[in-house]
């Protein structure tokens, strides 16, 4: 059973444009979401991260949006330069859920063409 | 500043040899810590974690095994690997409600 689902294996946007990608969970537990950012033969580092309490939290180029009744989130890119192609892992917590890390999805692998 | 070491980055075993993946973390005490495995087109999948030495807690049953043989030193082991343990081996430490990553490990079973 997946909890974290992000659902656009790949997404390919313009150099300048805005990218969108989208993380849909299902355990109502998660009150803690975060964004990481991995390159090829790298580990994933991290981007940005919301609290379930607000529904949205804004980094720079980087905004997270939360709408907790969809269960779910979104990371905006704007605007998107080439060093943004990488794979974005969406990942979940729940306060006071143990030791046990994090639940990430299977990731998108964002292309930014010039 | 903490610090989380991993190594080898890539290794290439033939099926059935053994697999030892060390991993270590500088500048705090007593982590949580993390291996977790990347899968040809599989998001992160948590394979062992540990609170404390020798405490190991594993998510998933298969061929590898964990151990904590110190507060800051975690290794991921096998006694013969299998074709379907290739994969991208990421070691982390949690901290501040994050999880930090090592560099990982390309290990490719033949």
């Known amino acids: 059973d997946q909890q974290v689902k992000q659902n656009s294996p790949s997404l390919s946007v313009q150099e300048g444009r805005i990218s969108i990608l989208n993380c849909d969970y299902t355990?109502?537990?998660?009150?803690?979401f975060l964004w990481y950012k991995k390159y090829p033969a790298e580990g994933p580092t991290f981007l940005i991260s919301?609290?379930?309490?607000?529904d949205k939290n804004e980094d720079g180029r980087f905004t997270v949006f939360l709408n907790k009744s969809a269960k779910h989130l979104s990371l905006h890119i704007v605007p998107s330069q080439p060093g943004d192609s990488a794979v974005y892992f969406c990942?979940?917590?729940?306060?006071?859920?143990?030791?046990?890390?994090?639940?990430f999805g299977k990731g998108t692998h964002l292309i930014i063409q010039p | 500043s903490q610090t989380i070491h991993q190594w080898p980055a890539t290794l290439v075993q033939p099926v059935g040899s053994p697999l030892s993946l060390e991993c270590t973390v500088e500048?705090?005490?007593?982590?949580?810590l993390y291996w977790y495995r990347q899968a040809a087109g599989r998001g992160l999948q948590l394979l062992f974690y540990?609170?404390?030495?020798?405490?190991i807690s594993s998510e998933v049953p298969q061929n590898l095994s964990a151990s904590r043989p110190q507060d800051r030193q975690f290794i991921l082991s096998s006694k013969k690997l299998l074709l379907s343990d290739s994969g991208f081996y990421l070691c982390?430490?949690?901290?501040?409600?994050?999880?930090?990553f090592g560099s990982g490990t390309q290990l490719s079973v033949l």
């Open positions: 919301i609290s379930s309490i607000k």
């Open positions: 982390a430490w949690s901290g501040l409600e994050k999880l930090f």
């Open positions: 500048g705090t005490s007593n982590p949580n």
């Open positions: 355990n109502s537990m998660f009150d803690y």
């Open positions: 540990s609170v404390g030495i020798g405490q």
């Open positions: 990942a979940a917590s729940a306060t006071g859920g143990g030791a046990d890390g994090l639940t």
